[in-house]
């Protein structure tokens, strides 16, 4: 049956205030929880989202516009997070233990007893995601994380799937409840206004946004504008572009080319690591690539505010006296067919603010070289990126330079892969620098995401009995810790 529904109606000011409250509250008995009991809750909250599936899955399909497949494994994403962090943060070096015990003989003179670690930075305000409304949305990736972390969240559910994130809220809420977290750890507010006034809310002590450059930026601004400024960890706008040497065209062209039409139209297009831009060399035959992509069917954006987004930013690009249309796509009730075009080295290089700028669709730019010498202008000339992806072989000249200069400028560099799909795994870095994130520092995937929402506090000669249990002699929590500059054994 089709979920009919009205979505929850904006938060009040008192009712923001309210909940910012109980969240402030919970934040000193939630972060002094034993890592243990923590990763209990978070897999219950897994649990209970994967039991719900049938009563979330629908309001995603109905919200987003999403097949239930995606919705579904999406979700199984989502679950499979939540564990993660909660296996992550019972094996302990989250944390970053470190114990420096007292040394009258230390080089610079004597060295009293100093202990290290990372504390919960305290209530965590998270902005959820529209194309992606399981994984990084409501109980999503920054929410995940800053629970793992001890931090209580706050979650400003995106307008896209309203519904959605009142119900998938109240899982996570019950959820939380029954294993014991304390009142207050978790809630769902709503209104864009509501959004605004939550960044400047003086409990916040941390943003994670993932969305537009323009909404992104406003927000960071408001954060960095307060009393009290805090950080804000946004996962903006990146073009991921793709560069293929002439060996590889070579070598293995046609799978190359198709790799990137299924690529560039996965999930219509619509995913943050989309590949946006291709470099090819001039003479590369793309009769394969066209074929293959007006052969595709339609598929619908998100919603109408983002299908508009789209046929303008398309409009403008195709207007650009630089570019060629290759392939037309057309909207429909179907949705969008995919679109390309095609410009040339030059031309990208004078131009690179109108040509390098996202389009979030289902729509791709060839850039043609004739040198690739000019695979390293164009790298340098990037702004911050996710991704970027060299597809070569191992003995051309120029890879080495390119992934030095590549490696500057993205957050991931992929050689010989595509960058749609993001593994939540320890050694993944999700991020970038600027616009492509608001901190080059940090990652929102995999288990270093975590290290956004905690602060190092370091004890100075405090008895051992009133030392938090990580501090402690003798381990009583059996951490990885680190002694006098050495691991200590376990």
């Not at 850039?367 to 164009?378: F, K, Q």
Request: proline share 8%; charged share 20%.
């Amino acid at each position: 049956m089709t979920e009919t529904a009205a979505p929850p109606a904006d938060t009040t000011e008192s009712g923001l205030d309210d909940v910012m409250a109980a969240a402030a509250a919970a934040a000193p008995a939630f972060g002094a929880l034993r890592p243990a009991a923590r990763a209990a809750q978070l897999r219950a909250v897994a649990d209970a989202l994967g039991s719900a599936a049938d009563d979330l899955v629908p309001i995603a399909q109905e919200e987003s516009r999403l097949p239930e497949a995606r919705c579904r494994a999406e979700l199984g994403r989502t679950t499979f997070q939540l564990r993660f962090f909660a296996d992550h943060i019972e094996e302990g070096s989250y944390l970053e233990a470190a114990i420096d015990r007292a040394d009258p003989d230390w080089g610079m003179g004597p060295r009293p007893d100093v202990r290290r670690m990372l504390q919960p930075l305290g209530p965590v305000l998270v902005f959820g995601a529209g194309n992606f409304p399981f994984a990084f949305s409501t109980a999503g990736g920054d929410t995940a994380s800053a629970l793992a972390a001890g931090s209580p969240v706050v979650v400003k559910a995106h307008p896209g799937h309203p519904r959605l994130a009142e119900r998938t809220g109240a899982v996570v809420s019950r959820a939380l409840a029954g294993a014991g977290a304390p009142d207050g750890v978790f809630a769902v507010v709503y209104g864009e206004e509501t959004g605004r006034r939550a960044v400047r809310h003086p409990a916040v002590r941390a943003v994670g946004f993932t969305g537009s450059i323009p909404g992104g930026r406003a927000l960071h601004d408001l954060a960095a504008a307060r009393p009290d400024p805090i950080p804000f960890y946004g996962e903006l706008g990146s073009v991921n572009p793709v560069f293929v040497t002439r060996a590889a065209i070579a070598a293995r062209g046609d799978s190359v080319l198709a790799g990137y039409a299924d690529s560039f139209t996965l999930g219509a297009g619509q995913f943050c690591t989309k590949p946006g831009v291709l470099l090819v060399p001039r003479e590369a035959r793309l009769d394969p690539l066209v074929s293959d992509l007006r052969a595709r069917a339609g598929a619908p954006l998100l919603n109408d505010r983002v299908a508009g987004g789209f046929a303008d930013r398309l409009g403008a690009l195709a207007a650009h006296p630089g570019t060629e249309v290759l392939v037309e796509g057309a909207g429909g009730e179907a949705g969008w067919t995919p679109s390309l075009l095609r410009t040339d080295v030059g031309t990208l290089l004078a131009d690179p603010g109108a040509l390098l700028e996202e389009c979030f669709g289902p729509a791709s730019l060839v850039v043609g070289y004739d040198d690739e010498e000019s695979l390293i202008a164009v790298a340098a000339a990037l702004e911050g990126q996710l991704t970027a992806t060299v597809q070569a072989e191992e003995a051309d000249p120029v890879a080495p330079r390119l992934l030095a200069e590549l490696a500057a400028r993205a957050g991931r560099v992929l050689w010989n892969g595509w960058p749609t799909g993001v593994a939540v795994t320890h050694a993944m870095n999700h991020g970038g620098p600027y616009p492509a994130s608001t901190s080059v520092l940090h990652t929102s995937v995999g288990s270093t995401a975590i290290r956004r929402f905690l602060r190092p506090v370091a004890y100075q000669s405090v008895p051992d009995a009133l030392l938090p249990e990580a501090l402690r002699d003798g381990n009583p929590l059996g951490l990885p810790r680190r002694v006098d500059g050495r691991p200590e054994a376990a």
